[in-house]
């Protein structure tokens, strides 16, 4: 009698550990999934969809699990929406150089950005921020889809000089500046909006 009370308590037991396995596991996948997954609009050759949005950085913050840049975008109407653009996690950024003031509210800014399928809900690809003043040379950040030596981060490398506030050697974000005169080259060398920073 106590073997067989002793077996079905190891079968309970074991019972138990695979439907907490199970457990564990679905939820997990369901959270590594809600992380990871970004819903993303896709062009008709199946590639995601890159957008240019023009507005004002109304925050910026450096978080987990990702970091996170709301944009005020006027809309056909001419009334602003606020755009959520994720970018990397806070400890990536930190590694790279990003601070708190890489980006701050009022900062008129173009970001290319892959878009989502959620509307107003983006991931950063490209951000330039506009100086204060017309002789002020803009920023441009360059991250997320584009990886090192690729021909995107190779042009820019060639053309422009860098901020020297963004470690390089992650290859995962570049920081340039533009003057006035190296955007009216860019733009005549690689048309459409950023088309300097597109694929």
Known sequence: MKNSQSSLNILLLDRLFVFTVIAV?????????AHHSFPAKLTEDGEEAIEVLNGTVRVFRILNPHG???????????????WLLELSPAAQLAREGWTDDTVNPGDRVSIAAFISTTPNRGRLRAMLIHGQTETEAARLLVSYGIRGDTPTMIRLRERLPTCGTIDQSYNRTECFLIDSDAMI??????????GYAMP
Do not use: Q
């Open 185 to 194: 080259s860019l733009n005549a060398e690689f048309p459409g909006e950023m």
């Open 68 to 82: 996170a840049l709301i944009v005020n975008v006027p809309n056909e109407a001419g009334e602003e929406e606020g």
């Open 25 to 33: 596991f679905i939820t997990w996948s369901g959270l590594s999934l």
